[in-house]
């Protein structure tokens, strides 16, 4: 199955590079394409594409894998993995980032913070950077800048006529548009061109306490949360971590409730009073069991939330929910808190509003999110049965909060293909297919979108 002429080969099941090509972040959702590449120039995504028109095969796109369990399966295809060639590239005078597809946002983060900059960055520093930042990405900034989606200022990319276009506001506006959160299979993107902000100095950090003061910790972070400043995004999770080496030992083997975020702190005043004014309130309610809140360059927000950096086989859920009252906040911890037998090992709310609901300026078609906060889930499915369980409760938890569901969701943030994915509205949708249809006529990306399922 080797393509002539092109270095890796297209290779089928069994075969070298295709165990390298399909590896994926979310082990419980491992594709399974006809054939497989890994490319890293724009010939080996022409030839790649070749190919799979040539034998009468849909193409798909990927390259970290985080994004595995929300994709339609991967059968009757062939899957491109983009691990382009080159750096990062950081212009510290027009403020904006060169990427090459493939990227994670450790490289970013730490190619732009010398220069007193960062990016609208996942709380992951080893998420890829184009399906995060296209499918929406909600960021530790992002109340302070809002979605990940509007700091794209152009991309680079390989349509199914083997054209390289480059689209930017001048040479495409519908185009940009529609690839600023319209979901996907529009080509094979080969690089993007992402806003920069200054950012010197941070508070970031987690607190984590007993299970058992989850219902008081909640009601404070619920009020703090309600007119909280843009500086801040933060996140509350209900934490039920194993008990293993990797784990602190504070926290191992045991129901925690944790509150993280980050505090822009280029006004120290500002920030310090902000933060002050989010913990003191909790620690007064109990003494944390472990705190690593503090004053930090930009990098250290990426260790702030404690992401897993994986392989790990996960299930899990997403949803975007309106203000969450008293009831909402006890119907949660209900389905999620110590005692109530949830099998996720995380699961809780990230903040919203701020710039999340008010972009400082038109983005794409996913450019604001009309909720206020967004609920995630998961566990691992370390066995049929326990990925099961884990749909099982997932779909417990749904139904515990479906008075305030807002029935949309951040693509990047869905973890089954299974569950409701509906991001954007019947009319964005059809506009989007439309914009999809000028530059993939005959739907050679097809299946390389995102779904749009309601409840």
Known sequence: MTVAGSAPAVAAPGEPGYAEA?????????????AATTVRTLDQVRTAIGWAEEHGWAVRVHSTGHGAGAARP?????????EMDGAVIVDPRSRIARVPAGTRWEAVVQAAEPHGLTAAHGSSGGVGVVGYALGGGLSPYGRMV???????????????????????AESDPELLWALRGGGGGFGVVTCLEIDLFPVSAVIT???FWPGALADRLLSAWLSWAADAPAIATTSVRVMNFPDVTDVPVELAGRSTFAVDGVVHADDPVAARRCADELLRPLRTIGAPLLDTWQEAEPSAVLR????????????????LLGDLD????????????EGSGSPLVGAGLRQLGGAYATPPAPGGVLD?????????????????????????HCAEVRRALAPWNTGRVVPSFV??????????????????????????????FRDDVSPTRQD
């Not at 590896?23 to 594709?31: C, L």
């Not at 991967?74 to 983009?82: M, P, Y």
């Open 22 to 34: 399909t590896r994926v972040f979310n082990s419980a959702a491992v594709p399974e394409p006809v």
């Open 74 to 82: 991967v059968r009757e295809a062939v899957l491109i993995r983009t």
């Open 146 to 168: 809002g979605l990940a989606a509007n700091s794209v200022r152009a991309v680079e990319l390989v349509t199914a006529d083997g054209r390289f276009r480059r689209v930017d």
């Open 205 to 207: 950090g987690a607190a």
């Open 304 to 319: 702030a939330h404690m992401d897993p950096t994986g392989p790990i086989p996960i299930v899990g859920d997403h949803m």
């Open 326 to 337: 008293s009831a909402g906040a006890a119907r949660l911890l209900d389905v999620i808190g």
């Open 368 to 392: 604001r999110l009309d909720a206020s906060y967004s609920y995630a889930g998961s566990g691992l499915a370390a066995d049929p049965e326990a990925a099961a369980a884990l749909r099982a």
């Open 415 to 444: 973890e089954d293909f299974a569950r409701p994915q509906r991001h954007l509205s019947p009319a964005q949708a059809a506009e989007v297919a439309r914009v999809r249809s000028r530059v993939d006529p005959d739907g050679l």
